[in-house]
Antibody, heavy 121, light 108 residues
Framework: EVLLVESGGDLVQPGGSLRLSCATSGFTFSAYAMSWVRQAPGRGLAWVSSISSGGDATYYADSVKGRFTVSRDNSKNTLYLQMNSLRAEDTALYYC??????????????WGQGALVTVSS | SYVLTQPPSVSVAPGKTATMTCGGDGIEYRSAHWYQQKAGQAPVVVISHDSDRPSGIPERFAGSNSGDTATLTISGVEAGDEADYFCQVWDTETDHWVFGGGTKLTVL
């Protein structure tokens, strides 16, 4: 069974930082591109970032570029999202998802249940 | 940047056919994927690569993509199909994933 479990969500003040983790099991993590998608309360899905299977290529939405950093540890089957300079508009449920062998070629087959990030003073 | 446009809502009676559209400039040249998201749950892919149905998705779900519109069709709609539906494509010009705004399907 494929499992993705996000952690690290919290309440943080504007300008603060947070690191999300996504622990995975049930598939060959190192063979899959991975992505982060967020959903603000009552809103639709918004792609945040993707990373290639080997970690050598990363992609970011314009709204987070320069503030967020995606990374992965294939030895630990874990995906990360380092979020800096957080803003109120970053408040959302953050999902991790796996998506094929190469970024952009396949849909997001499996999703976690999400980690809630709230940016507020 | 590439934009996908979905109608905010679609309503259909049980047993009828629901049609949801996803508009984008030349979307036929991109591979469209569709997700179903029920209340309080993570999204699930119901159609991939325009018209492929993943394992476990009922045959009632079908997809097509032509011109500037990708379409998700659910035939014989059931109460359990009530959910938000999102389309998605990969924009090769910007190397960004793009989601549509989503359509809320209401089963009357």
């Amino acid at each position: 069974e494929v499992l993705l479990v996000e952690s690290g969500g919290d309440l943080v003040q504007p300008g603060g930082s947070l690191r999300l983790s996504c622990a995975t099991s049930g598939f060959t993590f190192s063979a899959y591109a991975m992505s982060w998608v967020r959903q603000a309360p009552g809103r639709g899905l918004a792609w945040v970032s993707s990373i290639s299977s080997g970690g050598d290529a990363t992609y970011y939405a314009d709204s987070v570029k320069g503030r967020f950093t995606v990374s992965r540890d294939n030895s630990k089957n874990t995906l990360y999202l380092q979020m800096n300079s957080l803003r109120a508009e970053d408040t959302a449920l953050y999902y991790c998802a796996n998506a094929g062998s190469s970024v952009g070629t396949s849909p997001f087959d499996s999703w976690g249940q999400g980690a809630l990030v709230t940016v507020s003073s | 940047s590439y934009v996908l446009t979905q109608p905010p809502s679609v309503s259909v009676a049980p047993g009828k056919t629901a049609t949801m559209t996803c508009g984008g400039d030349g979307i036929e040249y991109r591979s469209a994927h569709w997700y179903q998201q029920k209340a309080g749950q993570a999204p699930v892919v119901v159609i991939s690569h325009d018209s492929d149905r993943p394992s476990g998705i009922p045959e009632r779900f079908a997809g097509s993509n032509s011109g500037d519109t990708a379409t998700l069709t659910i035939s014989g709609v059931e109460a359990g199909d009530e959910a938000d539906y999102f389309c998605q494509v990969w924009d090769t010009e910007t190397d960004h994933w793009v989601f549509g705004g989503g359509t809320k399907l209401t089963v009357l």
